[in-house]
């Protein structure tokens, strides 16, 4: 079988790469975009959960767990508001296995506490729903996160008492107003502090312990009162505090409650259930106190049961119901008292109110006669007996649950802690031998290295003695240029001006031949004497010195920034005549440039640098800017390279101004006369 060259293979294998990379790229921004869209507003919300579900498609494409997850949770969201709780259950089902298999603590513990909500809601599954939320609290623990443990404390407390276990749930009440405390002081977190101290107070009713459960009412109507919006909560407090009252025979005090609470003139219009409920519970405490205007309590009644028949509220129905039993039992009306005990008696089945219809079955069995009165009574006892052994299975299961957890987190540690010792030796020996290998390599780039600077400060020396030998060359030539002038100028010059004037003074001599003789020869030394002078001024005039400066400069500079590694741009006009500017100013210019490049390569971490020279209004100006990590000037005048550079340019009668932000690189401004 022919095999394909090496070359086409890899071709091959990178055009699939490059393929894929661009699908990905692709679907990632379908995942974005849909994402974005079904949280928009302006769509309906079934479109937002189409939205939604298609993000999850195009995350599951990418086949990347962590945006899978994202997805996940935000399709899950919307299956909430949607009404779909099956595909809320199933979604967050997938997050947890996903979240187990990457780690992700986070994603985890919001996996389990949706799973806790789910089970929670149907009030039929609370052990399952203590299961998940048991380990949503944990994993919140370790992270640290006290606003949702409060959020799952809160749930477990509800659960616990569902099932009757008041200790339990006053525990996990207590731990979470200890955390909420710690919280910030917003209407949200008071809200979570009324609902504790509420529960609290309704355990310790059911316990009979009443002056607890009032002083933890009241503090729940302290809650309320901070809050912005806190009317509906203060005056559910009033209702609790009232109906502990009653339940301790302070049938007075309760009734003046309630009224007070039905005198409150918004209450219909703030909550039509609770004002229904109220209602109720002033038509029986009034009975219960023994005012006989049954009409009127009637009434009370009707309009209580009417309000919540209305809503669809079977619990205020059921309260309702109840009390209405009670209230023609009290009066000797049998027939009334059956019709709504019986009432009380499905209601209470139907929404699985044990305590009602335990309520309900006493009332049946004294109101029905013979056998029939007595099938209620064993059916009570039965229940009783069941919620009994009920409450006691699930305390303990709850116990176990708990235990279960506790035990699971131990062995992940285990295991956690085995693997990480693993991977702490694994990357102990890595690191060794890499420290090995780097420590090996470092010393010969350090060898070449210190060679490269050897080299470098040995070219930049050359370089300066080179400068100073040719100042000197410079300085001789000019002494010499200027020795040559004066002899021309005082001696050749003056005997050739004397001879001019000895043979001028010959034309005054007749003779015509003599004469043309005597301008013959004048015209001549004219013309020497012109020719001297023009000598004479051309050496005195120091253009060696001046000539190139430019070049020797960006020489200097191209070489610095290629011994630095930087990108140097340099700029200059060709207004400046540098054959008149003076060899001390040169050679002072030629140093800043040379100190600042040093001082940017050794301080700055600069990548670019600019330097520029022009002439404004008789002044050389040079400009050194680079983009380094800047520094404080007013903390920085002292140092020895500034130093160096204001040195050099007082010699100048210039000046010099540093400008400098952190981060935001440094600009050198300066400033010198222009003369000669």
Same mark, same amino acid.
């Given at each position: 079988?022919?095999?394909?060259?090496?070359?086409?293979?890899?071709?091959?294998?990178?055009?699939?790469?490059?393929?894929?990379?661009?699908?990905?790229?692709?679907?990632?921004?379908?995942?974005?975009?849909?994402?974005?869209?079904?949280?928009?507003?302006?769509?309906?919300?079934?479109?937002?959960?189409?939205?939604?579900?298609?993000?999850?498609?195009?995350?599951?494409?990418?086949?990347?767990?962590?945006?899978?997850?994202?997805?996940?949770?935000?399709?899950?969201?919307?299956?909430?508001?949607?009404?779909?709780?099956?595909?809320?259950?199933?979604?967050?089902?997938?997050?947890?296995?996903?979240?187990?298999?990457?780690?992700?603590?986070?994603?985890?513990?919001?996996?389990?506490?949706?799973?806790?909500?789910?089970?929670?809601?149907?009030?039929?599954?609370?052990?399952?729903?203590?299961?998940?939320?048991?380990?949503?609290?944990?994993?919140?623990?370790?992270?640290?996160?006290?606003?949702?443990?409060?959020?799952?404390?809160?749930?477990?407390?509800?659960?616990?008492?569902?099932?009757?276990?008041?200790?339990?749930?006053?525990?996990?009440?207590?731990?979470?107003?200890?955390?909420?405390?710690?919280?910030?002081?917003?209407?949200?977190?008071?809200?979570?502090?009324?609902?504790?101290?509420?529960?609290?107070?309704?355990?310790?009713?059911?316990?009979?312990?009443?002056?607890?459960?009032?002083?933890?009412?009241?503090?729940?109507?302290?809650?309320?009162?901070?809050?912005?919006?806190?009317?509906?909560?203060?005056?559910?407090?009033?209702?609790?505090?009232?109906?502990?009252?009653?339940?301790?025979?302070?049938? !007075?005090?309760?009734?003046?409650?309630?009224?007070?609470?039905?005198?409150?003139?918004?209450?219909?219009?703030?909550?039509?259930?609770?004002?229904?409920?109220?209602?109720?519970?002033?038509?029986?405490?009034?009975?219960?106190?023994?005012?006989?205007?049954?009409?009127?309590?009637?009434?009370?009644?009707? !309009?209580?049961?009417?309000?919540?028949?209305?809503?669809?509220?079977?619990?205020?129905?059921?309260?309702?119901?109840?009390?209405?039993?009670?209230?023609?039992?009290?009066?000797?009306?049998?027939?009334?008292?059956?019709?709504?005990?019986?009432?009380?008696?499905?209601?209470?089945?139907?929404?699985?109110?044990?305590?009602?219809?335990?309520?309900?079955?006493?009332?049946?069995?004294?109101?029905?006669?013979?056998?029939?009165?007595?099938?209620?009574?064993?059916?009570?006892?039965?229940?009783?007996?069941?919620?009994?052994?009920?409450?006691?299975?699930?305390?303990?299961?709850?116990?176990?649950?708990?235990?279960?957890?506790?035990?699971?987190?131990?062995?992940?540690?285990?295991?956690?802690?085995?693997?990480?010792?693993?991977?702490?030796?694994?990357?102990?020996?890595?690191?060794?031998?890499?420290?090995?290998?780097?420590?090996?390599?470092?010393?010969?780039?350090?060898?070449?290295?210190?060679?490269?600077?050897?080299?470098?400060?040995?070219?930049?020396?050359?370089?300066?003695?080179?400068?100073?030998?040719?100042?000197?060359?410079?300085?001789?030539?000019?002494?010499?240029?200027?020795?040559?002038?004066?002899?021309?100028?005082?001696?050749?010059?003056?005997?050739?001006?004397?001879?001019?004037?000895?043979?001028?003074?010959?034309?005054?001599?007749?003779?015509?031949?003599?004469?043309?003789?005597?301008?013959?020869?004048?015209?001549?030394?004219?013309?020497?004497?012109?020719?001297?002078?023009?000598?004479?001024?051309?050496?005195?005039?120091?253009?060696?010195?001046?000539?190139?400066?430019?070049?020797?400069?960006?020489?200097?500079?191209?070489?610095?920034?290629?011994?630095?590694?930087?990108?140097?741009?340099?700029?200059?006009?060709?207004?400046?005549?540098?054959?008149?500017?003076?060899?001390?100013? !040169?050679?002072?210019?030629?140093?800043?440039?040379?100190?600042?490049?040093?001082?940017?390569?050794?301080?700055?971490?600069?990548?670019?640098?600019?330097?520029?020279?022009?002439?404004?209004?008789?002044?050389?100006?040079?400009?050194?800017?680079?983009?380094?990590?800047?520094?404080?000037?007013?903390?920085?005048?002292?140092?020895?390279?500034?130093?160096?550079?204001?040195?050099?340019?007082?010699?100048?009668?210039?000046?010099? !101004?540093?400008?400098?932000?952190?981060?935001?690189?440094?600009?050198?401004?300066?400033?010198?006369?222009?003369?000669?």
């Amino acid at each position: 079988m022919l095999r394909l060259p090496l070359f086409i293979l890899v071709l091959f294998f990178s055009l699939g790469t490059y393929s894929q990379n661009k699908l990905k790229s692709a679907e990632y921004d379908s995942v974005v975009k849909f994402r974005a869209l079904s949280k928009a507003d302006e769509h309906s919300l079934e479109e937002r959960f189409q939205f939604a579900r298609s993000a999850v498609g195009y995350s599951k494409k990418l086949k990347i767990d962590s945006i899978i997850i994202k997805s996940n949770q935000n399709y899950s969201a919307l299956c909430i508001y949607t009404g779909k709780f099956d595909e809320f259950r199933n979604v967050n089902f997938d997050n947890l296995r996903l979240s187990k298999k990457i780690n992700d603590s986070l994603a985890l513990a919001i996996a389990s506490h949706n799973l806790g909500w789910y089970h929670h809601r149907s009030r039929t599954q609370n052990d399952s729903a203590y299961y998940y939320y048991t380990k949503a609290y944990k994993i919140s623990e370790q992270l640290d996160m006290a606003s949702r443990q409060v959020e799952i404390l809160i749930n477990i407390s509800e659960i616990q008492k569902l099932e009757k276990d008041y200790i339990g749930s006053e525990e996990s009440a207590i731990n979470a107003i200890k955390l909420t405390e710690q919280l910030p002081k917003n209407d949200y977190n008071y809200e979570s502090l009324w609902l504790l101290y509420n529960r609290i107070g309704g355990g310790a009713t059911t316990l009979k312990l009443y002056d607890k459960a009032i002083e933890y009412h009241h503090k729940a109507y302290e809650m309320a009162e901070k809050m912005d919006n806190g009317l509906l909560l203060k005056l559910s407090s009033e209702n609790n505090i009232a109906h502990v009252y009653k339940e301790k025979g302070a049938l !007075k005090t309760a009734l003046d409650i309630y009224e007070g609470i039905l005198k409150q003139k918004a209450l219909f219009d703030l909550d039509p259930n609770f004002y229904a409920l109220v209602l109720d519970n002033v038509a029986f405490a009034r009975f219960l106190n023994g005012n006989q205007d049954y009409k009127q309590l009637e009434n009370m009644f009707a !309009k209580a049961y009417r309000i919540s028949d209305s809503l669809d509220d079977p619990i205020n129905k059921l309260n309702v119901s109840i009390d209405l039993a009670k209230f023609y039992k009290g009066r000797g009306k049998l027939d009334q008292a059956v019709q709504y005990a019986e009432q009380s008696y499905k209601l209470a089945n139907e929404i699985s109110s044990n305590d009602i219809l335990l309520e309900s079955m006493v009332l049946l069995s004294e109101l029905k006669p013979g056998e029939e009165g007595k099938a209620f009574l064993r059916e009570h006892i039965y229940l009783s007996d069941s919620l009994l052994a009920n409450e006691r299975r699930i305390r303990n299961k709850f116990a176990r649950i708990e235990f279960e957890t506790d035990q699971l987190e131990l062995e992940k540690e285990k295991i956690a802690t085995e693997k990480m010792w693993w991977v702490i030796s694994s990357m102990v020996l890595l690191l060794t031998s890499l420290l090995v290998y780097i420590i090996f390599t470092q010393r010969n780039k350090n060898k070449e290295l210190k060679f490269k600077q050897d080299q470098q400060e040995a070219n930049e020396e050359i370089y300066n003695l080179m400068l100073s030998q040719q100042d000197k060359v410079d300085g001789a030539r000019a002494e010499e240029k200027k020795r040559i002038s004066q002899e021309l100028h005082d001696g050749v010059l003056g005997r050739l001006f004397g001879t001019r004037l000895s043979l001028d003074s010959y034309n005054f001599n007749e003779g015509k031949e003599a004469v043309q003789v005597r301008s013959k020869y004048i015209a001549e030394l004219k013309t020497i004497e012109n020719d001297i002078r023009k000598i004479s001024h051309d050496l005195n005039t120091d253009f060696i010195s001046g000539s190139g400066f430019m070049d020797i400069l960006s020489e200097l500079i191209d070489k610095q920034a290629q011994a630095y590694q930087l990108e140097c741009q340099f700029d200059f006009t060709d207004d400046i005549n540098w054959e008149i500017i003076s060899n001390k100013t !040169k050679i002072n210019l030629y140093r800043i440039v040379q100190e600042s490049l040093q001082n940017i390569y050794k301080h700055a971490k600069a990548k670019h640098v600019k330097i520029s020279i022009e002439l404004k209004k008789a002044v050389i100006c040079l400009s050194i800017t680079d983009d380094g990590v800047g520094f404080e000037v007013n903390k920085s005048k002292k140092g020895i390279g500034l130093k160096n550079i204001r040195s050099r340019i007082e010699e100048l009668d210039g000046t010099v !101004k540093f400008q400098s932000e952190i981060d935001k690189g440094t600009t050198t401004l300066i400033k010198i006369p222009y003369t000669t």
